[in-house]
């Protein structure tokens, strides 16, 4: 009897932590060059919460379902050119290949970014007029997140005779086939890796020269530093409200389509959830309200997270995210960078 028992016992005592440090070591450049991707992914997500918080001190919990509006976008726009989700790949050339991701994408960016911006029409702007408290628009933030949910979960189905939305994910259009490039250290780089590296790179080095030398970004800016002097000084602070919400959603359908070819079966409602608080952690990690640390935190993060899934299993590849941003907030309150959007340089 007390053999049985601690037969059965011996399972259950046993640690749900699998310290795999030969795994990590073995497999290093390989997780680190995939962490880059998706940490990449993470970071122009990341800059969408940056800058909504530099201008108006708003933690935007609804940026993670305009991140799941662009999935959604772009996987309409390539509907509405003629593609079907068979499942397989399909072969169309290296141009074309690149063209129709092209148009995908925007397809991505003009829904995300319009619904940022409707959202910041309906849900915000109001609650600015009658000088609501902060805890209000948190709330309102929240709300408006769930509420774009059901609408893609309820009403979108209606409306598009139940071709798009729901309670099931859409399967996958797939346009490029993952095919080895080159090695680095013995670690594979696919053409989707690259795509997802170049893309988010070239997008956020783009909306920091944007931001950071330009009229328009000189306005963010200013906005940023100072509300009242900057509309003293003949700043419109609704535009720049506006064109802030309208960078970041088109960011974050920029992301979309990228995440799309990485993980090609999260097109869901609630797709955009988990995703959309670890983007916010990136934003935090980096030091919110830093365009430089959201990119920096997102990398950061991708690379971590995957190491922690093979360091610890699987199942604590989320858990590793938030223990990271914790310990971080520990010893640098203000983020990695600290710096924030109304003084950056120019």
């Not at 053999?3 to 990590?24: D, H, M, Q």
Request: charged share 10%; hydrophobic share 55%; net charge positive.
């Amino acid at each position: 009897m007390t053999t049985t028992f601690f037969a059965l016992a011996e399972p259950l005592a046993a640690s749900p932590i699998n310290f795999n440090v030969g795994a990590l070591g073995a497999n290093f450049w390989q997780l680190t060059i995939d962490g880059l991707a998706y940490g990449s992914i993470y970071a122009l997500v990341a800059v969408g919460y940056t800058l909504v918080y530099g201008v108006l001190r708003l933690i935007n919990f609804a940026h993670s379902e305009i991140f799941m509006l662009g999935m959604f976008g772009q996987y309409a726009t390539l509907l509405l050119l003629g593609f079907t989700p068979s499942g397989n790949a399909y072969n169309l050339g290296v141009a074309m290949t690149i063209l129709y991701l092209g148009i995908a994408m925007l397809g991505g960016m003009a829904v995300s970014g319009g619904a940022a911006v409707g959202l910041e029409r309906l849900a915000y702007r109001p609650l600015r007029k009658r000088n609501a408290p902060s805890l209000v628009f948190l709330i309102t933030a929240i709300g408006a997140s769930f509420v774009l949910q059901e609408f893609v979960h309820d009403i979108l189905p209606t409306l598009t005779d139940g071709e798009l939305g729901g309670v099931n994910a859409q399967q996958p259009i797939r346009l490029v086939t993952p095919e080895v490039q080159f090695q680095i250290f013995n670690a594979n780089v696919t053409n989707i890796t690259l795509i997802i590296i170049i893309s988010a790179i070239v997008l956020a080095v783009a909306t920091d020269m944007f931001v950071n030398r330009t009229k328009f970004g000189r306005g963010i800016r200013a906005v940023a530093q100072d509300p009242t002097t900057a509309t003293l000084m003949g700043v419109s602070r609704e535009r720049v409200i506006m064109l802030t919400f309208l960078i970041g959603g088109v960011l974050a359908g920029a992301a979309a389509l990228l995440y799309t070819l990485r993980v090609p079966n999260g097109i869901i409602y609630s797709g955009g959830f988990i995703l959309g608080i670890k983007a916010f952690c990136a934003a935090v990690l980096g030091g919110i309200g830093n365009l430089r640390g959201a990119l920096l935190g997102g990398l950061i993060l991708g690379v971590m997270e995957n190491y922690g899934q093979v360091l610890f299993g699987t199942g604590w590849r989320d858990v590793v995210a938030f223990v990271l941003l914790i310990l971080i907030l520990m010893f640098r309150p203000t983020g990695i960078l600290g710096e924030s959007l109304g003084r950056a340089r120019v």
